[in-house]
């Protein structure tokens, strides 16, 4: 016995059919022997761009700028309906986009200026600490009104040297023009001329001779207890005289002045 079966054949699926649709297949029968370089392009309004290559062109014989055109005979009513209400769009192949660059020019800042140096100050020292109160007193000293220089001065060798060392500050213990005390002041005077001293002012009284005031004569020292000067003739002096003060010419101020006369 036999059985024969007969299946049942189902039609293949297909792509819905829409005006477009006919139009892009109108398109491609026509294009058949040029070669498949047609490029279907459909906007939001339904416009439909037709591009060949120059391949078709070439084909047909035409310009090589020219398209083929389609045969709207074979599209249905619907297709030819929306070619009718659509612009066509079309460009050539040499087309060429151009657009115009802005000119970016970078430029660089100067550099910021350095930061000023600031040098550290130098820690003060003692010895410049006292040049600053020997500055302080010089000019504190150049203001004080002090004597003239007395005309006994003139010839006399001790004072001479004497005078020269007016304004030098007052210095405790001091024996050099940066600084005197009285009787490093007569000392060093003195020592110009090839005479010695002693350092200290009693020491002094003791090396010289006592002379009364109406025998002194300038250059003769003048010693008061912790005091000693120079005699400048009449009733001044020359010394130094206490701290804050300088080497000037003054009156003698000492109530009982004792004369000393050296060598």
């Not at 003739?233 to 009156?251: L, M």
Request: glycine residues 8%; hydrophobic residues 40%.
């Amino acid at each position: 016995m036999t059985v024969s079966t007969t299946r049942a054949r189902h039609r293949a699926a297909r792509r819905p059919s829409t005006p477009l649709t006919e139009l892009a297949s109108a398109a491609s029968d026509q294009m058949g022997t040029v070669g498949r370089r047609t490029a279907v392009v459909v906007g939001t309004s339904g416009l439909v761009v037709s591009m060949l290559g120059s391949t078709a062109s070439a084909a047909t014989g035409g310009d090589a700028g020219a398209l083929p055109a389609v045969d709207t005979a074979a599209l249905t009513a619907s297709a030819r309906a929306v070619l009718n209400t659509s612009p066509v769009v079309t460009a050539p192949v040499d087309a060429a986009w151009t657009f115009d660059a802005p000119v970016v020019t970078a430029v660089t800042p100067p550099p910021p200026p350095p930061p000023p140096v600031v040098k550290p100050k130098p820690a003060a020292s003692r010895t410049a600490a006292r040049a600053a109160t020997t500055t302080t007193t010089t000019a504190a000293a150049a203001e004080a009104p002090r004597a003239a220089v007395p005309s006994s001065v003139n010839g006399n060798a001790v004072l001479e040297i004497a005078a020269r060392y007016v304004g030098t500050p007052y210095v405790s213990g001091g024996t050099t023009p940066a600084g005197f005390d009285c009787s490093g002041f007569t000392s060093y005077v003195y020592a110009q001329l090839g005479i010695t001293l002693p350092r200290t002012s009693s020491g002094q009284k003791a090396a010289g001779t006592i002379v009364s005031r109406a025998d002194a004569q300038p250059g003769d020292l003048i010693w008061s207890p912790g005091h000693i000067s120079i005699y400048a003739g009449g009733n001044q002096q020359i010394d130094s005289p206490r701290p804050g003060k300088t080497v000037q010419f003054r009156e003698i101020w000492q109530s009982s002045p004792v004369f000393i006369r050296i060598g």
